[in-house]
């Protein structure tokens, strides 16, 4: 072995460096957590950072804990409080040692052989997430890389399915909200669905789908020479945290032979809400369901579990031969784990979610839940007081969408009002939070996933709002 091959695997050096690297990253969540004077977002043009890297060498140039400090400066800091932008997890401390464990570990999971308790571990955790949702005894899934992927398998499934019963040379044409991730067309263009096969069917005022649009739509789809075989219900929508009306779309779905695919990504987790739960009514009947841990479960990314209220669909839609790989026997099979994924080789992510919902209890999540609508009913609720702000729609999740009223701006002007309001705030590092177009108007939007956001962040957050439009 040469020596820097050797150096690079020498437990005696990596073992001071792993503790100080934990040490550094202890700091940085200390101060992430409850220093009010740290930007939330130290804002750098893409191309200085770019400049400012070093090129890659093929000798060793920079010190592992320099480069981590500056990876954590550079970064947008999700455990500040006053980050409420991105849906993406504020994430356990602990899951950070699970990564770790993964990294060391490695095994790929695609066959049981190479992954015997991570295996396990991911189907005690699928099984979990099916059984909170009420799929039933015949429920199947599995965990994949994110909400994208695990759109694009569950519409792989309900093709396969749709092309079972029928002859070939049918047109097949897959129903979504307006309102969809745009993840969804893009499986669809990737499933082979010409653009004009995927149908956006127009939400209501409340960005909710309703079954008399999808009726308008499945008439208007079979009279153009199309076969609609899925719709796609929201539970929630990305940009306001709509649910659709689960049950009543199941309704829609058997009467017109639709495989019902819920995009849970973001709020399927809500499953075990005692609060909002009531929104994901009918859901036990969906054909699959996607649900992002690494959205609303101090998660890290990516955590997807996709998930089957029939374990054949599954079966059906990725059953391979490959000799070189699958060799287990009937038994076995099913643990193979790679005989249900897009993916082949996968990160071990059933070891970070087993651990992090066993020993943090479920019970953590629903009051992490919890907190997020509460905040967002308060930020609600004090948009809803003023005069200078008003609500784009009642929020039914932890997201809400609003905008800064000023008088005498036409709409045009009033939109590029909202872009620069938060382009100002983003940049003076007080806050970041995101902005949306909805029905072709902006508006800024706020996802609560932090823990340590208050009321009073919120109530900061309008007023530094005002601020930034009185120009101080
Ligand atoms: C409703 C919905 N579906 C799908 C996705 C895509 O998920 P991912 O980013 O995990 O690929 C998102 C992401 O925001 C989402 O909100």
Redesign the pocket.
Known sequence: MSRRLHDAFDITAFRPLAHAWVDQVCDYLQRAQTDPALPVLDQQPPRRLLDDLPRITREPTQQALEIAQKVMDASTHVHHPRYVG??VATTAPLTALTEMLNAVLNNGMAVYEMGQLQTAMELRVVEWMTSALGLGAEASGMLT???????LTALAAARTRAQAGTGTGERLAILVSDQ??Y??SRAGRLLGFEPDAVIAVTSDDRFQLRSAAVERSVAATRARGLRPMALVA?????ATGTFDPIDELADCCEAHELWLHV?????ASYCVSPTARDHLRGIERADSI?W?A??MMLMP??I?GVLFRRAEDLAAAFQQDASYLFVSDDDERGFDLGQRTVECTKRAMGVTAYVTLSTLGVDTIVDHLEHGLTLARHLARRVEEAEDFELATPPFANIVCFRHRHPGLDNESLDRHQADLRARLVASGRFFLVQTALRGRLYLRCTFVNPHTTCDDIDTLLESLREVAAGR
């Open positions: 991105h849906q890389s994110g909400g994208s992927l695990g759109n969809a991730h993840c969804l929201n539970a929630c929508t990305t995009d849970g990504a973001h709020g996607v992002d690494h959205k990314a990516l997807t």
